[in-house]
């Protein structure tokens, strides 16, 4: 059976990272934690089967605080923070991706839920 996802690309701002995320996204979660509220990001997340890294590996520096289980990826070249890693609820993988960083994605008419990140 063929994916039916659609394909979202995104970057970095100078376009040394690239990456393609295969998700419906129906709606984003802001966190309000020290790492997120600074960046300001408006994420959505998905599995790591949802979650291609087309490019500059090698151009990303990790990131980790707190209770370091979170990879924040940054770019060494312009800064910009596209995606971080880590467990998901069930242990797995999970990519939380900013979608500022995806490419013509319109996010304004999209549901935002609030998290109380910085209450961790």
């Not at 419906?24 to 600074?38: K, Q, T, V």
């Not at 599995?47 to 060494?76: V, W």
Request: glycine share 10%.
């Amino acid at each position: 059976m063929a994916d039916t996802q659609p394909t979202h690309p995104g970057s970095c701002h100078c376009g040394a990272v690239k990456f393609e995320l295969r998700a419906e996204i129906e709606g984003l979660m802001e966190c309000n934690c020290s790492m997120c509220s600074r960046a300001g990001w408006k994420l959505t997340f998905a599995p790591a089967d949802s979650f291609t890294l087309l490019q500059g590996e090698d151009a990303l520096t990790d990131y980790m605080f707190g209770k370091e289980k979170t990879h924040h990826l940054f770019c060494k070249t312009c800064g910009v923070r596209p995606f971080s890693w880590g467990p998901g609820h069930d242990g797995e993988k999970m990519y939380a991706v900013n979608t500022r960083c995806l490419a013509d994605f319109d996010f304004s008419a999209l549901p935002v839920q609030h998290y109380d990140g910085a209450a961790l």
